[in-house]
T-cell receptor, first 112, second 113 residues
Framework: QKEVEQDPGPLSVPEGAIVSLNCTYS??????FMWYRQYSRKGPELLMY????GNKEDGRFTAQVDKSSKYISLFIRDSQPSDSATYLC????????????FGGGTRVLVKP | EPEVTQTPSHQVTQMGQEVILRCVPI?????FYWYRQILGQKVEFLVS????????KSEIFDDQFSVERPDGSNFTLKIRSTKLEDSAMYFC???????????FGPGTRLLVL
């Protein structure tokens, strides 16, 4: 079983829709959870990070962590064409300064 | 806003040649990392560096790889004898405990011919 699994997509939605992304993981030692956005051939850009379980909201983005189910989610409200990118989940163990283990990324296309 | 920078943005080299990839981490960050992403694959951890020494490395980071912080600002990744399979995007990242996450540079695209 892969440590972090993420549906590769592509996920195509109309502009204004809610984008729902998720990752599952197998290692219960993960405590820090991040979402990065990556445009084609660019570096990962941090969107959200969460420690342990719970929800976190930042503007149009909401991140959720359910450690009991080993499942994390990212929701993007009022999606825009500029949100079209690959979204990567990443996780770390005891500290966010530990090595990050990434999912394979979900490609999202927001159509005008 | 402070950011991680990397040079060069692209590098083409012949198999067997040495390459040095350079990074300038965010100035008050203390932890530094290299990751790589082979085209179409996951971002993979290579090595982490703290207090002038390697704190963790992956199986990928074999004797052909080395890292160095030659001065107070630069952080380098050297590949001594490049192989075709080293062709990838290499990302530098840095971290400080005050903000609990790692910030990535734009990457260096390495092509080994």
């Amino acid at each position: 079983q892969k440590e972090v699994e993420q549906d590769p997509g592509p996920l195509s939605v109309p502009e204004g829709a809610i984008v729902s992304l998720n990752c599952t993981y197998s290692n219960s030692a993960f405590q820090y959870f991040m979402w990065y956005r990556q445009y084609s051939r660019k570096g990962p850009e941090l969107l959200m990070y969460t420690y342990s379980s719970g929800n976190k909201e930042d503007g149009r983005f909401t991140a959720q962590v359910d450690k009991s189910s080993k499942y994390i989610s990212l929701f993007i409200r009022d999606s825009q064409p500029s949100d079209s990118a690959t979204y990567l989940c990443a996780m770390a163990r005891k500290a966010a300064g530990n090595k990050l283990t990434f999912g394979g990324g979900t490609r999202v296309l927001v159509k005008p | 806003e402070p950011e991680v920078t990397q040079t060069p943005s692209h590098q083409v080299t012949q198999m067997g040649q040495e390459v040095i990839l350079r990074c300038v981490p965010i100035s008050n960050h203390l932890y530094f990392y290299w990751y790589r992403q082979i085209l179409g694959q996951k971002v993979e951890f290579l090595v982490s560096f703290y207090n002038n020494e390697i704190s963790e490395k992956s199986e990928i980071f074999d004797d052909q790889f080395s890292v160095e912080r030659p001065d107070g600002s630069n952080f380098t990744l050297k590949i001594r004898s490049t192989k075709l399979e080293d062709s990838a995007m290499y990302f530098c990242a840095s971290y400080v405990q005050i903000v609990e996450t790692q910030y990535f540079g734009p990457g260096t695209r390495l092509l080994v011919l």
